[in-house]
């Protein structure tokens, strides 16, 4: 399946490891990704508060050169990109004459390219759990995971239209498709303030800290996103007492292919990631010392 | 307490009604205070009104108060409110529109850093058409004089390659900027 | 020779004052076949229509039309004032000048042609009226009442206490309904079982009500005084004729499977007895957890312990066709399914219950003799979180409309918890409460002061749990801070809701229902009991959320609808109905379907053409069930159908008077 590809800007710094894993994975499940030519930012966390036509345009142009490649879609691995496709998407097909609107004001003809999609949601929707299990070469046996959907792929759910807005499951199905154990926990779309990161830590530290603290008690022994903003956010505003790893859906998903941490990026988060992996015998002699 | 004199907030009521009707796409009146916004809200603790009451500030055109208010900066757009409000007010979207008329106001923000940030971000998506994160961040640090904030953490970052000092802007500069400047037309 | 009187009333000064009534006269004597135009200040008063008497008379009028208010207000009332004088009453037309006139235009200028046309209108129209005569069709005098909830026992005790015969039809195998799983009700805190079990009793031994249990009604033809019923008699595998009811089958039946009475939360067996006092007091057979049908067909052990020998394995469903003259129907509600609440746990988790739920855990009948023990693991809940509005006026996941019973059976359930658990403390969380009933607010206010419960206004946000506690959210929105409450036991005070087989019930009897499957009433206020099929009626909570007051007063004034109806030895149906014009009609059948209340069949004509004979089929229009709607003519191709009183030819006059 050949699909439009749209990055993000954090693909191009703190969230380069997910780039890696994203399109690693996505190789082994003979997904084609093409990335949407000269893409711009779609605008999240700011542009909606500044100006509402500027928070539909940005991500509205993407869009209308993602429907001029004539791809099957366009694909997003972050979710607050998710999140501002969606709304853009939303806001065009509610009235046609912001086909016209949108069109002038990006300089390029809009179409609609369809619903854009998740790689959580396309991995799991697309492909299937069936393919991805038979990709499977080392199961991700014994291994507790929080699956941690957080807010914007889920909401508000008449824009996001995917999984369940309270108790989502896909994660968690993909994470049981792939060997592992996924934990039964109440966070799992609790938002994590990653939008104010900068701005407020001292805020988002209690939003992060009551999270991990909720996929602890929970017996998880690590928590997966499917979000840059999400895995960021949690790795980088926790407090010493967290020392769960915190990985890319795609990261545990490569591994579980077979795929090394190097390919991954996974060494590129921060704390020690690998060791959790080394831990429950996930990783093959050769790779033990590259973490 | 001040008393609150509601037939003078009554003038400025209708006018603030129809700006957010506009910008959010949701009917405020529609919503009846049942606070399931705020019991839902991650960041309520941090906000000086509840959502629910920034809802009620707009329901009775208190429009000073709810634009001075904290809560409209330190709301982080995850929509709970929405998903879970019975009356389908599209709360996240009401917060976004008040964030943007204050600005109309010229009004100083009531969360300096805050507002700091979201400019220093759109000023990067200006300049190069994707946010340059390590840009974006020293902007920020130089607007609020927040030099060392997360030293260590730009440094820890920067290690793990994830924080690359230079910029990949689109080719083409000017492609974000025409789109700058039609939003401004339409505003 | 066609002479009209023309009256013109002024309706105090509701006309007057914004119509030209005196150009109005003017013009109207100019007009065909008007000999007399009068105006006076009330025609409705009694002296008002003395004055259109007197002129019928004086002036020898064969025609009158009336310019006054809406024909709602006050076509009867002239209808029998002509009539009274020896003239037709349906030679009489109203001209609506005030609804359609006086109070829609802005001033004199604007309104007074309008008044004209509307008179010029009625003229034409009156000269083409034809005097109509009502028929008379025969009443069955025996009740059908469909539902054996209190509403319906409370419908068909009234009715047999007037002497006529009720046919009691309930689905469940007994009589009793939502009331019998109730354990105390507001605001008396009356024993529910206690008050209502006399009721069945008597219910299932007057001689005039016959109950059928453990049945349905599949269809209901005819109309006001002439229905007729298809029962379906479920199979119930017990003969009600032997059985005594002496409880060997079920205390011998090796089979368990969770009780639909106590809503899962205890078990029965695969015979059973609902509750102890049922009516009437015997087992039925569930054959869907039986393992005589399930398994092996083996079993039997019911069978062999049961000395009349009542079980019968190969008994059939049974179809009964009845004729009864009026129908009570009083399905009542079901409950919200808080599943849809994902953010409450989905339904998911076994100590966030249902209200109904909770009445069955205080019952002392029920599961656990009326502990209050938690699901999960059976513990006492000291902190017990009751949450109002679930579902209820949530126009985005649940109904827009407040469930009107919650507030109180709340206040009820922070009572009962009190009195069975003293170290317990209950939290209510609201949105309004709506107390609005004799006695309730003083209810209310025992459970706040008296029994400590705390009242928390606010919508809780989420639930979960945090080790084997649940962890609620709301905000004090009084305080206007979050608040979290550690609970043992969440209560969801769920939406009443229309029974999810609501539509179709209305379809197979013949009303109409409102967007939430609730039945609809014929008025509102005027007509609140009545549907809009005539002889119909509704009680209870299949017409609305209601308390039981209410259900028992609406049960008894349908019950007093159909008694009125069968004092009379016949009924007078009206004469505006539709008539076939046979020679025109094609037999292309349009006009059936379209008819909303199955008033057109088709019959068989035989016609000479030349020397022979050709049968052929045309429409035939029942006027008792015809309530003159005009949908078939309008449908009709060939311009055969005919609405009498709203005849093509009088439409076209009228047209005509209009545009040309």
Not at chain 2, 29 to 45: I, M, R, T, V
Not at chain 3, 302 to 324: M, N, S, T, Y
Not at chain 3, 597 to 610: F, L, Q
Request: proline letters at 5%; aromatic letters at 6%; charged letters at 25%.
């Amino acid at each position: 399946m050949k699909l439009a590809y749209y990055p993000g800007c954090s693909s191009h710094g703190s969230a380069a490891d997910y780039d890696r894993s994203a399109r690693a994975v996505a190789g082994a499940l003979a997904l084609e990704l093409v990335d949407v030519p000269e893409w711009n930012c779609c605008g999240a966390s700011s542009a909606h508060g500044a100006d509402h036509r500027l928070a539909m345009y940005l991500p509205g142009r993407n869009l209308a050169v993602a429907a001029g490649m004539g791809m099957g879609g366009v694909v997003t691995p972050c979710a607050a990109c998710y999140s501002r496709l969606n709304r853009a998407h939303h806001w065009l097909a509610e009235d046609r004459r912001r086909w016209l609107e949108l069109s002038a004001a990006v300089g390029v003809p809009y179409n609609d390219v369809g619903k854009p999609r998740s790689l959580l949601e396309v991995v799991v929707g697309d492909v299937g759990l069936e393919a991805v299990a038979a990709q499977v070469r080392r199961p991700l046996k014994g291994l507790k995971a929080a699956a941690y959907y957080g807010c914007l792929m889920l909401k508000p759910p008449e824009v996001a239209r995917f999984d369940d807005p309270e108790n989502p499951r896909s994660m968690d199905d993909l994470l049981q498709a792939l060997g592992a154990q996924p934990v039964r926990w109440g966070f799992k779309t609790e938002c994590c303030g990653a939008s104010l990161s900068v701005s407020r830590p001292e805020l988002v530290e209690k939003l992060v800290g009551d999270i991990l603290d909720n996929a602890s008690a929970a017996g998880a022994e690590c928590v997966v996103t499917a979000c840059p903003m999400c895995q960021a956010n949690l790795e980088q505003r926790r407090s010493e007492r967290h020392r769960l790893p915190v990985f890319y859906f795609t990261d545990l998903a490569g591994i579980a292919f077979g795929l090394s941490p190097r390919e991954l990026g996974i060494p590129m988060h921060l704390g020690e990631p690998l060791e959790l992996l080394r831990g429950k015998g996930l990783l093959a002699a050769g790779e033990e010392g590259q973490g | 307490m001040a008393v609150v004199d509601l037939t003078e907030a009554a003038k400025g009521r209708e006018e603030l009604l129809t700006r957010v009707r506009e910008l959010a796409e949701t009917d405020p009146l529609a919503c009846y205070q049942c606070g399931k916004c705020s019991a839902g809200c991650p960041l309520s603790f941090a906000m000086d009104y509840q959502p629910r009451q920034i809802i009620r500030l707009v329901q009775l055109g208190m429009r000073e108060q709810a634009l001075g208010s904290s809560t409209i900066w330190l709301c982080a757009g995850c929509a709970t409110c929405t998903t879970r409000c019975p009356r389908q007010v599209k709360i996240d979207g009401v917060m976004d529109a008040l964030r943007q008329l204050a600005g109309q106001d010229g009004r100083a923000p009531r969360e300096r850093e805050v507002a700091a940030f979201h400019t220093s971000f759109l000023e990067s998506v200006r300049r190069g058409g994707r946010v340059h994160e390590l840009g974006m961040v020293g902007s920020y640090k130089l607007r609020t004089r927040r030099i060392f904030q997360d030293g260590g953490l730009g440094w820890n970052l920067l290690r793990h390659r994830r924080l690359p000092l230079k910029a990949s802007p689109l080719r083409d500069r000017k492609t974000v900027e025409r789109i700058f400047r039609a939003a401004e037309v339409r505003g | 020779m066609k002479r009209v009187g023309v009256f013109l009333c002024w309706c105090g000064s509701n006309i007057s004052s914004a119509v030209d009534l005196d150009q109005v006269a003017e013009q109207t004597a100019l007009l065909p076949h008007v000999v007399h135009v009068e105006q006076y200040k009330y025609l409705c008063s009694d002296p008002g229509q003395e004055t259109v008497r007197k002129a019928i008379k004086e002036h020898a009028l064969n025609r009158v039309v009336i310019a006054a208010c809406s024909p709602r207000m006050h076509e009867r009332t002239f209808r029998r004032a002509v009539g009274s004088v020896g003239l037709n009453p349906h030679l009489m037309e109203i001209a609506n000048i005030r609804e359609q006139c006086s109070w829609v235009h802005p001033d004199k200028v604007t309104s007074t042609p309008v008044a004209v046309d509307l008179v010029r209108t009625a003229v034409a129209k009156a000269v083409k009226d034809i005097p109509l005569e009502p028929s008379y069709v025969g009443i069955e005098k025996r009740a059908l009442v469909v539902g054996g909830g209190i509403a319906g026992i409370q419908a068909a005790l009234d009715i047999a206490d007037s002497g006529y015969e009720v046919v009691l039809v309930e689905r469940e195998p007994t009589i009793g309904g939502r009331m019998a799983q109730l354990d105390k009700t507001f605001p008396t805190l009356d024993c529910s079982s206690c008050i209502l079990t006399p009721k069945m009793v008597e219910a299932g031994q007057d001689p005039r009500i016959r109950l059928l249990t453990y049945a349905e009604v599949e269809s209901l033809s005819g109309y006001i005084g002439n229905f007729e019923a298809r029962i379906r008699m479920k199979a119930r595998s017990v003969d009600l004729d032997r059985c005594t009811g002496c409880g060997d089958c079920w205390n011998k039946c090796p089979y368990r499977s969770p009780g639909e009475f106590d809503l899962g939360l205890g078990k029965r067996k695969a015979i059973y007895l609902p509750f102890p006092q049922a009516v009437p007091n015997k087992p039925v057979l569930d054959r869907a957890t039986c393992a005589y049908f399930q398994k092996d067909g083996k079993c039997q052990v019911c069978k062999k312990v049961c000395a009349p020998g009542a079980i019968d394995f190969e008994q059939q469903d049974e179809i009964l066709e009845e004729r009864f003259g009026a129908v009570v129907v009083a399905t009542g509600f079901d409950l919200w399914d808080h599943g849809r609440y994902g953010e409450y746990g989905a339904g998911q988790h076994p100590d966030v219950i249902s209200s109904l739920e909770f009445e069955r855990l205080v019952s002392a009948s029920g599961p656990t003799d009326g502990k209050i023990k938690r699901p999960s693991d059976g513990k006492l809940p000291e902190r017990v979180v009751f949450i109002q509005c679930v579902g209820s006026r949530d126009e985005a996941k649940g109904v827009p409309y407040c469930s009107k019973v919650c507030c109180m059976y709340t206040a009820k359930h922070a009572i009962l918890l009190k009195e069975k658990i003293p170290s317990s403390q209950s939290y209510v969380f609201y949105i309004d409460v709506r107390a609005a009933g004799k006695n309730y607010e003083e209810f209310y206010r025992r459970a706040t002061v008296e029994y400590g419960a705390q009242y928390i206004r606010g919508r809780v946000s989420r639930i979960y749990p945090r080790g084997d506690s649940l962890v609620v959210v709301g905000e004090d929105t009084l305080l206007g801070q979050k608040v979290e409450v550690e609970a043992d036991l969440v209560v969801l005070a769920t939406a009443v809701v229309s029974r999810s087989d609501a539509p179709q019930v209305a379809q197979k009897l013949g009303f109409s229902y409102d967007q939430h499957g609730f039945f609809t009433e014929a008025h509102p206020k005027l007509a609140p009991v009545e549907t809009n099929t005539a002889g119909i009626f509704l009680a209870g909570a299949c017409q609305g959320p209601k308390d039981i007051p209410d259900t028992v007063a609406q049960a008894g004034a349908a019950a007093a609808k159909v008694v009125r109806l069968f004092a009379k030895d016949q009924l007078e149906t009206e004469p505006t109905v539709a008539r076939v014009d046979r020679a025109r009609c094609a037999g292309c059948e349009w006009c059936r379907p379209i008819c909303p209340y199955k008033a057109i069949e088709m019959e068989a004509v035989t016609e000479r053409v030349g020397s022979g004979q050709v049968a052929r089929r045309v429409a035939k229009v029942n006027p008792s069930l015809c309530h003159g709607c005009g949908a078939c003519s309008v449908a009709c191709r060939s311009g055969a159908m005919n609405l009498l009183g709203f005849s093509n030819e009088q439409v076209w006059a009228e047209v005509e008077a209009l545009c040309l």
